[in-house]
C-alpha cells in the first residue's frame, strides 16, 4: 500500500546535527512533490517546505532558511531532512507528506508516521 | 502572508450531535485549495477535504466542507466517538499556511 515511513526519533544536544528520513513505497516517488512539516510539543502544524522529487530542487517556507536542508535519494525512494545547529526550540515532530499537487489543491495525503527530534543537553 | 484563524479553539460536544468548525483567512482565498484535516493523538494529520468541499479517499460522508472567499467550513453532521480529535484547515497560496487548530471534545 501507499505509505511512508520515517525513520526513529533522534535525542540530540545543542549545536548537533540531525538528518530524518522518508521512505516512500506503493508509488512512483518522483511522481509526487514531498512536504515537510513541523509540529512542536502540544503546537499546531507549520509548513517547513517541500521539495520536487523530480528535480530535487527545494523551496524553503520563511523560517526555515539556512540550517535546514531537503534532500532526496531517488534510487531509494527516500526524501531526508537535515536540521544543522540544532536549537532547543527545533524540539519537535516532524512530518514528511506527500502532495497531491494541482488537481487536489496541493493537499497532503499520504502522511509518514512522524520523527520526534529532542534537542537537550 | 494569509493567516487562517479557526474558531472555536475548542468544541464541547456529545456523541451523536453536530460539529460546525470555522476558518477565516485572512484575506479573500481560493476555496480550490482549501483543505482539512483530522489530528488524534500521537497521529499524523489524516487529509478529510480538499478544494474545500471534496472528500478525500474514504472519509464518510458526515463529513462536509462548505465557504468561499474568506470564510470556510467544517461540518461534522453527527459525531461519532472515533471523531473527537484536533481539526487543521490549510491554504495553499504564495506559501503554505495552517489553521491553528479546533480540539472537538467530548462534553
Known amino acids: 500500500q501507499v505509505q511512508l515511513v520515517q525513520s526513529g526519533s533522534e535525542l540530540k544536544k545543542p549545536g548537533a546535527s540531525v538528518k530524518v528520513s522518508c521512505e516512500a513505497s506503493?508509488?512512483?516517488?518522483?511522481?509526487?512533490?514531498m512536504n515537510w512539516v513541523r509540529q512542536a510539543p502540544g503546537q499546531g502544524l507549520e509548513w517547513m517546505g517541500w521539495?520536487?522529487?523530480?528535480?530535487?530542487?527545494?523551496t524553503y517556507a520563511r523560517g526555515f532558511t539556512g540550517r535546514f536542508v531537503f534532500s532526496l535519494d531517488t534510487s531509494a525512494g527516500t526524501a531526508y531532512l537535515q536540521i544543522n545547529s540544532l536549537k532547543a526550540d527545533d524540539t519537535a515532530v516532524y512530518y514528511c507528506?506527500?502532495?497531491?499537487?494541482?488537481?487536489?489543491?496541493?493537499?497532503?495525503?499520504?502522511w509518514g508516521q512522524g520523527t520526534m527530534v529532542t534537542v537537550s543537553s | 502572508e494569509i493567516v487562517l484563524t479557526q474558531s472555536p479553539g475548542t468544541l464541547s460536544l456529545s456523541p451523536g450531535e453536530r460539529a460546525t468548525l470555522s476558518c477565516r483567512a485572512s484575506?479573500?482565498?481560493?476555496?480550490?485549495?482549501l483543505a482539512w484535516y483530522q489530528q488524534k493523538s500521537g497521529q499524523a494529520p489524516r487529509l478529510l477535504i480538499y478544494g474545500a468541499s471534496s472528500r478525500a479517499t474514504a472519509i464518510p460522508d458526515r463529513f462536509s466542507g462548505t465557504g468561499s472567499g474568506t470564510e470556510f467550513s467544517l461540518t461534522i453532521s453527527r459525531l461519532e466517538t472515533e471523531d473527537f480529535a484536533v481539526y487543521y484547515c490549510?491554504?495553499?497560496?504564495?506559501?503554505?499556511?495552517f489553521g491553528g487548530g479546533t480540539k472537538v471534545e467530548i462534553k
Open positions: 490549510q491554504h495553499y497560496g504564495d506559501s503554505l499556511t
Open positions: 507528506a506527500r502532495d497531491l499537487g494541482y488537481s487536489h489543491g496541493y493537499a497532503f495525503d499520504i
Open positions: 521539495i520536487n522529487t523530480n528535480t530535487g530542487n527545494p
Open positions: 506503493g508509488y512512483i516517488f518522483s511522481s509526487y512533490v
Open positions: 484575506q479573500s482565498v481560493s476555496g480550490d485549495y
